[in-house]
């Protein structure tokens, strides 16, 4: 089973920057650790990450939208659209359009943030969404996907 894992803008730059906020984990680690815990289970995450909204639209339309059946397809999506979530409706239009289950992740509290961080556009047509536990958060997003189709993640 084939999941997509999408990182909004900024996301390249875990590690670095803000770290107070996201932590020290680098990008490439983060990826690499929900690889091989995806891989314990058979899952296999396709892993892609842009700063440009379009392209984060076309990577929906292409990995997560239309016939499942289809070659190259997903069964899920595990999305952090970064500051988008606040601001763009046409990427809540590209979930929303999405025939896999997308569940949206932010590593921060919003909540705890900027007032302009409170509302989400993109969350109320994603399955849940997962924000508060750094890289933890990407952990949580996976297993509440994986549960949509019965696989069992105990570590």
């Given at each position: 089973?084939?999941f997509l894992?999408?990182?909004g803008?900024n996301i390249?730059?875990?590690g670095?920057?803000?770290p107070?906020?996201?932590?020290?984990?680098?990008y490439?680690?983060?990826n690499?650790?929900?690889?091989?815990?995806?891989?314990k289970?058979?899952?296999?995450?396709i892993?892609?990450?842009?700063n440009?909204?379009?392209?984060?639209?076309?990577?929906?339309q292409?990995?997560a939208?239309g016939?499942?059946?289809?070659?190259?397809?997903?069964?899920g999506?595990?999305?952090?659209?970064g500051?988008?979530?606040?601001t763009?409706v046409?990427?809540?239009?590209?979930v929303?359009?999405?025939?896999?289950?997308?569940?949206?992740?932010?590593?921060?509290n919003v909540?705890?943030?900027?007032?302009f961080r409170?509302?989400?556009l993109i969350a109320?047509v994603?399955?849940g969404?997962?924000?508060?536990?750094?890289?933890?958060?990407?952990f949580?997003?996976l297993y509440?996907?994986?549960k949509?189709?019965?696989i069992e993640?105990?570590?």
């Amino acid at each position: 089973m084939k999941f997509l894992l999408l990182h909004g803008p900024n996301i390249n730059l875990l590690g670095s920057r803000k770290p107070e906020l996201y932590g020290t984990v680098p990008y490439e680690q983060l990826n690499a650790v929900l690889v091989d815990y995806a891989s314990k289970y058979s899952l296999e995450l396709i892993i892609k990450q842009s700063n440009h909204e379009g392209e984060l639209i076309d990577l929906l339309q292409k990995y997560a939208s239309g016939e499942k059946a289809d070659p190259g397809k997903v069964a899920g999506v595990v999305f952090n659209p970064g500051a988008y979530a606040h601001t763009s409706v046409a990427l809540r239009d590209a979930v929303e359009a999405c025939t896999a289950p997308v569940i949206e992740v932010h590593m921060t509290n919003v909540y705890a943030r900027e007032d302009f961080r409170h509302k989400s556009l993109i969350a109320p047509v994603c399955m849940g969404s997962v924000a508060g536990f750094g890289v933890l958060s990407y952990f949580m997003a996976l297993y509440g996907l994986t549960k949509q189709f019965g696989i069992e993640m105990r570590e």
